[in-house]
């Protein structure tokens, strides 16, 4: 394992100044390059020739991905740090059986997403209602990865939306709550508190705020109310009957529960059917992965670009540009699959990762982002490696000149990342402009593009549900592939702890007496909020 990192290393180091667009001779882009669902993922635009994808197929393969896959796939408890088996696929699994301490897990499975189908032909039918009649909107209170997956899917099947309107509060900031419920007729406004665990404080904050807003307009706010969570006894202690508790088994992780409950509102937004699509979609995406061989397996390659970019070549961060507006989310929500899964320090076995974790992952939809942060991107000094998501045609004026600029953008993108301009065309480019001596060179030198930044390209049909589906879960199994070689725990998250209990402690600081544990920063920003507000503090703080 060691000496394949090292090869790799050497590998990269002796093609460093290769020039990419030197490298496409003898059929390279159908080389480099995978088909699954009507998706093409071409990764020919990086500096990867047969070798060295070789030595990364190697790597994964004695990193024993595929082991490791068929155990996350049969219910064992792969997730060792919190003793979890990691069964998100059971969500979107439509036969067979997963057996997790020697139960079969399907068949709860299957009752709750019939459960949830039940409820959302009710709601969107108008049988079942508000005090005030069909219910016209839905809010989905939850954080993270109970808010960011419904967020984005929501967003990205828009198109397909025919239910009531969709809203999301996360943010313990009193500004999202309240800025989302104006405006709503509250007597036709169903409230989703989604928290797999119940206990979220920015969630049980504003479930509590949204209650009493309720409660101002309707005789029983608590008939307005859904919980989706991994605790319903939690929910049941908070009012809500056990006819509207969608709960889940502890083997999905937040940031992989949008397949089931967690996506209530989405069912609800565009229909059974149409999420059922959705499943069946990442159902085809989990069976190429299990099935296909490494070589052609989509989310194994896309992982080993991940892995041949930021562990191998060292660039620190990735930038995921879907040219598909309706993905505008996409990246938040990968910041949150890749970064909590893969942002790690310490290996399986409890000793400090080798070689970097995770990178840092950002993005903006195309073409917004050339006009803001694209200038770094091809002038920076630091590669960032693009990937980008284009729909061939779009699901809202999709066959029109929209659309063909759109593509356009994109193809020019990843084109100019990699091709650049070079001195002499600069030079020429200025000498047209009609600049001559120093103030020609001067003026070139800033014209220059140093092109050779690897992207890859994810191009398919339509963003319709299926094909949401299979992308998600294609980046849900690069997470996991990519973990896999690092060798850490992908579903756990005790990073996020810290900050937490940190919160817990400083909440009664605000409002008691100074801490003679605290350190001279804090106590000045504390300082600077007591004296803002005086003795009010007191009087909110118990509120
Ligand atoms: O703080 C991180 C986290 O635990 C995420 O992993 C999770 O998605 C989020 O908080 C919300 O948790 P819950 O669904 O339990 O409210």
């Known amino acids: 394992m060691t000496n394949l990192w090292d090869k790799l290393k050497t590998q990269a180091d002796a093609v460093r100044d290769r ?36 030595s990364l197929l190697e790597l994964a393969t004695e990193a024993g991905v595929e082991t490791r896959r068929d155990a996350m ?12 088996a990691v069964l998100h696929t059971a969500l979107r699994r439509s036969a067979g059986a997963v057996f997790v301490d020697g139960q079969d897990v399907m068949p709860e499975v299957w009752h709750t997403l019939e459960r949830m189908q039940g409820f959302a032909d009710a709601v969107r039918s108008g049988a079942y209602r508000g005090a005030g009649g069909a219910f016209t909107d839905v809010v989905n209170i939850g954080i993270g990865g109970s808010d960011l997956g419904p967020v984005m899917a929501s967003r990205a099947l828009a198109s397909y939306s025919d239910g009531p309107r969709l809203h999301f509060v996360a943010n ?7 800025q989302v419920m104006r405006g709503l007729d509250l007597s036709r406004t169903l409230i989703i508190v989604a928290s797999k665990t119940f206990t979220t404080i920015e969630t049980m904050t504003n479930a509590a705020t949204a209650r009493a807003m309720m409660a101002k307009v309707v005789p029983d706010p608590a008939a307005q109310f859904v919980a989706v969570s991994c605790a319903p006894e939690a929910a049941a202690r908070h009012g809500i009957p056990a006819e509207r508790v969608f709960g889940f088994a502890d083997w999905v992780g937040g940031r992989y529960s949008m397949w089931g409950p967690v996506g209530l509102s989405l069912m609800l937004g565009i229909g059974p059917a149409r999420f059922r699509q959705m499943l069946a979609g990442a159902e085809e995406m989990d069976q190429h992965f299990t099935s296909a061989p490494l070589a052609q397996n989509m989310p194994v390659l896309l992982a080993l670009v991940g892995i041949w970019h930021h562990q191998i070549c060292g660039y620190p961060t990735r930038a995921v540009l879907p040219y598909d507006q309706q993905l505008e989310r996409l990246p938040a929500y990968l910041q949150q699959l890749e970064m909590e899964s893969n942002g790690k320090r310490v290996a399986m076995n409890g000793s400090l990762l080798e070689r970097p974790s995770g990178p840092v992952v950002w993005g903006e939809p195309g073409t917004n982002g050339q006009h803001a942060f694209y200038q770094l991107i091809h002038q920076g000094t630091t590669p960032v490696p693009c990937e980008f998501l284009l729909a061939a045609e779009g699901n809202e004026l999709g066959r029109s000149r929209h659309h063909l600029l ?20 600069a030079r020429a480019m200025m000498a047209e402009a009609g600049f001559a001596g120093e103030e020609l060179e001067r003026q070139a030198r800033h014209r220059v593009f140093p092109g050779n930044r690897p992207s890859t390209t994810l191009i398919y049909p339509r963003l319709d549900p299926a ?31 810290l900050g937490k209990e940190l ?13 003679a544990i605290m350190d001279g920063s804090t106590r000045s920003l504390v300082d600077f909020v007591q004296s803002h507000y005086g003795d009010d503090l007191d009087q909110f703080g118990k509120g």
Not at 406 to 425: I, Y
């Open 19 to 54: 020039r990419i667009a030197d490298m496409f001779t003898g059929g390279r882009a159908a080389r480099f390059s995978t088909r699954l669902g009507g998706m093409l993922f071409d990764y020919s635009k990086t500096n990867i020739d047969a070798q060295t994808l070789d």
């Open 73 to 84: 796939f049969a219910g064992e408890k792969i997730n060792q740090t919190e003793g979890r």
């Open 172 to 178: 313990v900031d009193g500004a999202d709550i309240s």
């Open 406 to 425: 759109l593509v356009a953008n994109c193809l020019a993108q990843s084109k100019a990342l990699m091709l650049g301009r070079t001195l002499e065309k």
């Open 467 to 497: 094909m949401l589906g299979r992308i998600v879960a294609l980046y849900e199994h690069r997470v996991f592939v990519e973990g896999v070689i690092l060798g850490l725990n992908s579903f756990d998250q005790w990073g996020v702890e």
């Open 503 to 515: 919160a817990r402690s400083l909440e009664p600081l605000l409002t008691g007496a100074p801490d």
